[in-house]
């Protein structure tokens, strides 16, 4: 296992780091699995483990609470807040009234007094950059949480955020976890450059693209991958886009046959080849899904099999731009780009 330091925080962390999304409903993990799989990740050099409250309405970090306890010092444990929890308007968003209570809830139900981590999984749009940074520094000031972080915001969120931190005398996002893999790469080309100009560290999630970089996608095949049983549409060969995924894996996995690695090293291999990427977060659903994936810890791509991945999906470009979650809301509602 390779070892990054996160950002400019001196701490460090694996280049492969362990997704909980999958632990309990959502991934139908059971929690003697989902502790197998944190025992088995963690002995394969795995420190890092990301959860979030709204994974399985919380079930997830029950999960991870349950199969860490006795061992918390020995990783470092994050989470997110601002999907919705529930029906209730406020239990959802950046105010200082939702983050000083889902904190309380995430470390309730981790039962644990602190994370390491604490992220804003999406940008909330009604609420201005210095209510959401001046509630999480002084979460932090409170030592509740050690950092906090970023998770999908577009480029230009992430640089008037830290100019926020700035002109408010405001704690910092010290990291930033957005979407990207070799079929998704449109980050390079604005999210990876001001990450790395501001010096956060990248956890890139979905590195497997959702299934479509495991190996188990072919042409000619029957896709029976979890997600496509509950998101058929990203699955749907009679849509263009994934016309063009399928025939980009099915380049891809030549590239990978040649050079001798699956197509999960080759993923993976390529998420954690990019400078500005700290640790790729993988979320295998059971022990046997988790062993698949560690085999990809110490790959290093060449230059030749990077090279030949741009020439099959070229460098910035997203094979499914409308499945991005950092679109500008303006671009989504036409009410906003009209007077």
Known sequence: MQYRTLGRTGVQVSSLALGA??????????QDEATAIVDAA????????????????????????????????DLVLATKAGMPMGEERNHRGGSRRWLVTALDDSLRRLGVDH????????????TGDEETLSALTDLQRAGKIRYFGSSTFP?????????????????RYVTEQPSYSILQRGIEAHVLPVAEQYGLGVLAWSPLASGWLSGAVRAGREITTSRSTFMPE??????????ARLDAVERLAGVADEAGLTMIQLALGFVTAHPAVTSALIGPRTPDHLRSQLAAADTVLSADVLDAIDTIVAPGVDLAAHEKYDTPPALLDPSLRRR
């Open 21 to 30: 999304m999958n632990f309990g409903q959502i991934g139908r993990t059971t």
């Open 42 to 73: 963690l002995e394969g050099g795995i420190n890092l483990i990301d959860t979030a409250d709204m994974y399985g309405g919380g079930e997830s970090e029950e999960m991870v609470g349950k199969a860490v306890a006795g061992r918390r010092d």
């Open 234 to 243: 990203r699955f749907d060969t009679a849509l263009p886009a994934n016309r």
């Open 115 to 126: 994370v390491d981590l604490y992220q804003i999984h999406r940008w909330d749009s009604s």
């Open 155 to 171: 480029a230009y969120r992430i640089v008037q955020a830290q100019w926020a931190a700035r002109e408010h005398h405001l704690g």
